[in-house]
Every structure is written in C-alpha cells, then in structure tokens.
C-alpha cells in the first residue's frame, strides 16, 4: 500500500507565496512523474505541474514563471514552490504519483487527498 499525503495549504495574501510539500510512502519499486493538480470550486481538476524521475519539469500556462516544481528522490518528496500568488490560484491542490510497485510491473497512480490555498485578502 502507498501513502501519499500533501502538506503545507493556508490563507495568503494576493502576491505572496506558499510551499506546498507531498511525500510518498510505503512499499514500492520506484516512482516516476509526480504531478500537481488543483481544483477550484465549480471547476474540473487541471494539472498544475508535473516533475519525472530524472527532473524534467511542465507547467501550466497560467503558472509559468510563478510556480516551481521539484522533488527530493531520496525523501521521495515534491514541492511546489507558489509565489506571486493570484486569487485565481485558490483551489484544493493535489498530488498524483506514478509508482511501480514490483520491478517491471505497470505504474500505478495514487493520490493524495488535497490541501486547501486560498488567495484572499
């Protein structure tokens, strides 16, 4: 079984930035892209950002230039760096990540369970 569980949402101020952080755990060959999405209300969950194993990073358009992915493979770990904050950016941010469980098997996607940012003044 794989844990994947998102940290660091809050309130923040138009302009300002948040961390957010999403560590996997538990049994597991490998992971591979790890990806943020974000679902506002009344809208469809859109990707975000999306990081594969050896650092090759995407973004949305609408985040280029204010949000940086990355990720720690020895924490098996994401970040998503969020500055320039907009109220636009409020929504419930979510982590998927492909793993493999068993050498050679298919990938498998897990989530995490969302972490609230509000963009608000």
């Known amino acids: 079984q794989v844990q994947v569980v998102e940290s660091g949402g809050g309130l923040v101020q138009p302009g300002g930035s948040l961390r957010l952080s999403c560590a996997a755990s538990g049994k597991f060959f490998s992971l591979n892209d790890m990806d943020w999405y974000r679902q506002a209300p009344g809208k469809q969950r859109e990707l975000v950002a999306s990081?594969?194993?050896?650092?090759?990073?995407k973004y949305a358009d609408s985040v280029k230039g204010r949000f940086t992915i990355s990720r720690d493979n020895v924490k098996n770990t994401v970040y998503l760096q969020m500055n320039s904050l907009k109220p636009e950016d409020t929504a419930v941010y979510y982590c998927?990540?492909?793993?493999?469980?068993?050498?050679?098997?298919?990938?498998?996607?897990?989530w995490g369970q969302g972490t609230q940012v509000t963009v608000s003044s």
């Open positions: 990081i594969g194993s050896a650092g090759s990073t």
């Open positions: 998927k990540v492909w793993v493999r469980l068993v050498r050679g098997d298919i990938l498998t996607i897990y």
